[in-house]
């Protein structure tokens, strides 16, 4: 390779690291606002799922917790503590934060249908499925429960209401995705 081929491949190398560099800063988590305007105190952050969060004050409620990541940036809207999370499905994608909520004092809630994938997970991880087992779909990946149980504080049947800080959430079945799934109306 003669020294004009090194200098074209060493340019080229550092211009495919730099797009790395900027295409991994470009797609980092951050807050969105659907609506700044009308809704100021609703925000979503985007990591293995969107996870939205409603302000009040200095607290949140959160709508799903993804990874978790969403945790370490709530201060930049303002936010000092989360007081409830409600889970819309027992879907890893949506849950495996859960974890890092461990000691903050954080309620959980999610759909009476899936509690059991929440709280007890192991019993529906299995090798071998039957057509019988509870949730089982062969050929898709209808059931992703979290890898470690997820103690729930309450459950919502469908069209169940759910107040935080005089706000009204109307509990809606939307099963499809997962056996159980449920959307949160705020009124």
């Known amino acids: 390779m003669n020294p004009s081929q090194r200098n074209s491949l060493s340019a080229a190398l550092v211009a495919v690291v730099l797009l790395a560099v900027v295409s991994t800063a470009l797609a980092a988590p951050r807050f969105t606002q659907p609506d700044a305007k009308r809704h100021p105190n609703l925000f979503t952050w985007t990591d293995t799922c969107n996870v939205h969060i409603v302000r009040d004050g200095d607290a949140a409620l959160l709508i799903d917790l993804g990874d ?32 890092k909520l461990q000691g903050r004092g954080v309620k959980l809630a999610a759909p009476e249908f899936e509690r059991a994938l929440f709280e007890n997970p ?21 059931v992703r429960p979290a890898v470690e149980p997820i103690k729930l504080d309450q459950t919502f049947q469908r069209m169940d209401t759910f107040t935080w800080r005089g706000r009204e959430f109307r509990c809606v ?11 949160y109306f705020l009124n």
């Open 68 to 99: 978790g990541s969403v945790l370490d940036h709530l201060a930049e809207i303002g936010v000092k503590r989360v007081e409830w999370v409600l889970f819309t499905h027992h879907h890893r994608e949506q849950c495996q934060g859960a974890p």
């Open 122 to 142: 192991a019993s529906y991880r299995k090798m071998i499925v039957r057509l019988g087992d509870p949730f089982t779909v062969h050929g898709a990946s209808y």
């Open 173 to 183: 079945d939307t099963r499809g995705n997962s056996p159980g799934g449920m959307s």
